[in-house]
Each structure stands twice: as C-alpha cells, then as structure tokens.
C-alpha cells in the first residue's frame, strides 16, 4: 500500500507527463520510499501505454541491488536487463562503458529514466558538468522519452547546478515538481526527528611570525580568513573535542540502551584513519572502519 504522499507524488508525476511534459523532480527525506514511489509511477505508465522500457541509474551497487529487487516486485517482471525484462538497473558509473549500440537501441523505444540521488550528477551543459552529469547530458537525454529524477538533498557542495533541476533564485535554491520534506516525514512517523548538537567556539584564533588574530565563532573564522573548514575539522583538538563528546553522550545512552552504538562520519579515508586511531587509542573504544577502499562496504 502506499503512503498518501507517493500517491501524491504518483498523480502529479502522470498529470505532468501526459500534459507533454519530459521532466519530474521529486524531493522526499531519505527513507521516505522514493524507489517504491518511481516503481509505481513506471507500473502506471506501462498500464498507460506511455513507455515501453524503464531504465534506472544509482550512484551504489547496494543502492542498484534495492532498486532492481523493488521494481521486480512492483512491476511483476523481470528487471535485470536480460531477454523479456521490462528494464533494468546501472550505477553512474557504468554511463561511460555503453557503446553506441545499447543507445541506439534505447532511441528505438519509448524509455522512463529514473535517476536516483540526481544530486551525484552535476551540469546544465557539456562546460560544467561532471563525468557523469556529463554522460546524462549527452547520450541519456537524447534517447529517453521521460526522466523522473530523486532526490533526499537537492545540493552540491560544489554549487554546481544539479543536472535536470531548475533553480528557483541566484541562491541555488532547485524548484522541485514534488516535495515530501522531514517536516511531514516526522509528522507521519517515516522519519525519526533528529537531535542536532551544534559545535562551536567563541575563541579561534590563527596566528602568523608576527601577530595574533582571535575570532568570536567558527562562520566568523571562515568569513574573514583564507582558512578552509576542512582544516578546523582536521585540527586535532578540534577531533578530541567532539570525539569525547560524542564518547560521554554514547555512555549516557548505555545506561539504558547498552546496545546503542555512534557513526563517526570523516571527511576523507585519510581523515577517517586519524579519528579511528583517537577513538582507540585515547578514548579505548572498539571501532569498526568502513570506506570506499573496503570491498564489503555497502
């Protein structure tokens, strides 16, 4: 059964096609259900004689796994891309290893692409694109019928624009066709509210051979310095402070809950190693270290 807002989301992707309409952007917090969503919307257009195949793109092999699993049940057809499949399911990655045959066959059907967490793709052209952005824009584009990109964090850190998306400002704000944020998510129970603990400090201070300058807080710091987070972040003061933080919360929490456990999140694998070696070797904490360079990490 679907939630009402995939049934809203559902409707409003169908209205925009059938009006002649190529493109539907939907933001929806993560956990939402934006694959079981996009399952749907292509089952209504199967049924609809509006496409012939969908075709469907994810930046993981453990994201690629989800959605195959989940179109195969909602579709109740094969979607691995073999003989008699009604689709099947690529990483980005795999865009730059298709040969001219698989797009050309794709321009002799009617296709639904979806593109899941369309954030990893940048470009509104060739110029600024990145590689995979770039492979949307140049061979996907030309050969689907439709798009219906996903999205939990409709952003780039880069501030490049996001590839299919319109913005709504010079802020970078992206104009969504549909929007299922947290708010309603915690509302109806999807989500769980989080709890955010704002670190900063109210005496920074970066300092040359001849002078001394202190800052009040960290936006202070970056706003009036050539300074970049990433070097706050690295500071190792800075990682004992929220890693001992985060170390008295955790044993708060297993007081009552002494299965509970902490995500440390890093900014690089190099940077993850440092933070690793803080928690077990000043802190006594059994860790577990998971990166892009471990073939079991999913």
């Not at 579709?75 to 698989?102: C, I, N, P, Q, W």
């Not at 070097?231 to 402070?241: F, L, Q």
């Not at 900014?267 to 904490?285: D, K, M, P, R, T």
């Amino acid at each position: 059964m679907l939630r009402d807002w995939q049934k809203e989301c559902v409707a409003a992707a169908l209205t925009k096609y059938q009006s002649g309409l190529q493109h539907f952007l939907c933001l929806a917090s993560p956990g939402a259900g934006k694959t079981v969503m996009a399952a749907e919307v292509t089952k209504r257009m199967l049924e609809l004689d509006m496409v012939d195949l969908v075709i469907c793109f994810a930046p993981s092999t453990a994201v690629v796994s989800s959605i195959k699993s989940n179109f195969s049940r909602i579709l109740e057809r094969s979607f691995d891309g073999d003989f008699g499949a009604v689709g099947a399911v690529y990483t980005y990655h795999s865009l730059m290893y298709f040969d001219k045959r698989f797009w050309d066959s794709l321009k002799r059907h009617r296709v639904l692409a979806v593109f899941d967490e369309i954030h990893h793709c940048s470009g509104d052209s060739l110029e600024n694109a990145n590689v995979w952005g770039g492979e949307i824009l140049s061979q996907v584009q030309q050969c689907v019928s439709y798009t219906l990109a996903l999205t939990g964090t409709p952003w780039r850190t880069d501030n490049t624009p996001i590839v299919f998306s319109n913005y709504t400002d010079s802020d970078g704000v992206v104009s969504c066709d549909y929007e299922y944020g947290l708010r309603e998510a915690i509302a109806d129970n999807v989500c769980r509210k989080p709890k955010i603990v704002l670190v900063n400090s109210s005496n920074l201070a970066i300092s040359s051979d001849e002078t001394m300058k202190n800052y009040s807080s960290i936006a202070d710091f970056l706003n009036e310095t050539v300074t970049s987070y990433q070097s706050i972040i690295w500071y190792p003061d800075a990682m004992r402070y929220v890693i001992k933080s985060g170390c008295e919360k955790l044993r708060e929490i297993r007081k009552f809950n002494p299965d509970a456990g902490g995500l440390v999140v890093a900014s690089s694998v190099e940077h993850a190693y440092e933070l690793l070696s803080i928690l077990e070797n000043e802190f006594g904490q059994t860790t577990t270290i998971v990166t892009y360079h471990d073939r079991r990490a999913r």
